[in-house]
């Protein structure tokens, strides 16, 4: 008869291998995307940096499709002398300050931020606040959704009505946050 003893666990991994977490306590970087706003036609990349364990900076940059769309769903008078869309494409650039929970990377989040969208015809500068929850996916993917609210400060050049023009300068507005990404 064989006799062959059981044990708890491997015993020929160090201590260290069961207690490491793979640098996420440590990864101060993020690159993120946003769904949506791919869906909208602005392509840009997010950079978050931690400059404190809960405390943030993000910059983001990017191109606009000339077929940018504030609204998914556009309710405007198909009929009516709207231009629907800017001539050439433009870009975005955008700065955030943030605060994440106790937990850091993982959880509850206040931000306070500016994006300013140009194209040759129009510009727009959004001053906005965020609150939202993050989760990180296999230890290094943050999936991050939150509800921002805000004004859009907005400028035609050409004296042409656009879509996502309104008679007034000063356009509170709300939206949808869906972001994923990758720390680092």
Do not use: W
Not at 100 to 113: F, I, S, V
Not at 119 to 137: H, M, N, P, S
């Amino acid at each position: 008869m064989l006799i062959k003893p059981v044990l708890a666990q491997d015993t020929t991994k160090p201590v260290a291998y069961y207690l490491d977490d793979k640098d996420i306590s440590t990864a101060r970087n993020t690159i993120k995307i946003e769904p949506i706003c791919i869906v909208q036609g602005e392509y840009a990349v997010v950079y978050e940096r931690f400059l404190t364990k809960r405390f943030i900076a993000e910059v983001t940059a990017g191109m606009l499709n000339k077929n940018y769309r504030y609204e998914l769903i556009d309710f405007k008078d198909p009929d009516s002398k709207l231009v629907l869309e800017p001539e050439k494409p433009g870009y975005v650039a955008g700065l955030v300050l943030g605060l994440y929970g106790e937990k850091g990377h993982d959880g509850l989040m206040a931000q306070l931020g500016y994006k300013y969208r140009h194209f040759k015809e129009l510009y727009t500068q959004d001053f906005f606040c965020c609150a939202g929850v993050q989760f990180i996916i296999h230890d290094r993917y943050p999936l991050q959704f939150g509800v921002d609210l805000g004004v859009r400060l907005q400028n035609s050049m050409d004296d042409k009505n656009y879509a996502f023009d309104s008679d007034s300068d000063f356009i509170p507005f709300g939206a949808i946050r869906l972001r994923f990404g990758i720390l680092y």
